[in-house]
């Protein structure tokens, strides 16, 4: 499943749909491009600039971002021409190392304020 960088951060931060993605991405394979990073720590910085967040649950959720790439939870995508999607997006996937069968996005509550 692909995430873009509005749903991931809706599993770092309660939102009035996050229960909704959370439980639509539970058990699957998660995959996203590798702007996703750059874009989610700008997104966490500015919920809590805009003090939608405290400035612990943004470290925590940065935390649960880095550990969720290392442990292949979330799995991210380079692709070789910037601003153009390639037109068999499997090509994409297929450069990147396969997952850890039965990774799966973690359990978002206890990031949750």
Known sequence: MYLDTAILV???VREAD???YARLVEGEIVWSSQIVVTECFSALLRKERERGISPSHRHRAWR???ADIAARRLN????RHPGRVPPDHRAAF???APP????AVPVV???LE
């Open 18 to 20: 996050t229960a909704f």
């Open 109 to 111: 509550a206890p990031l």
């Open 100 to 103: 850890r069968l039965g990774g």
């Open 76 to 79: 991210l995508v380079t692709l």
């Open 64 to 66: 649960q971002v880095e």
């Open 94 to 96: 297929a450069r990147c």
């Open 10 to 12: 809706k599993l770092l």
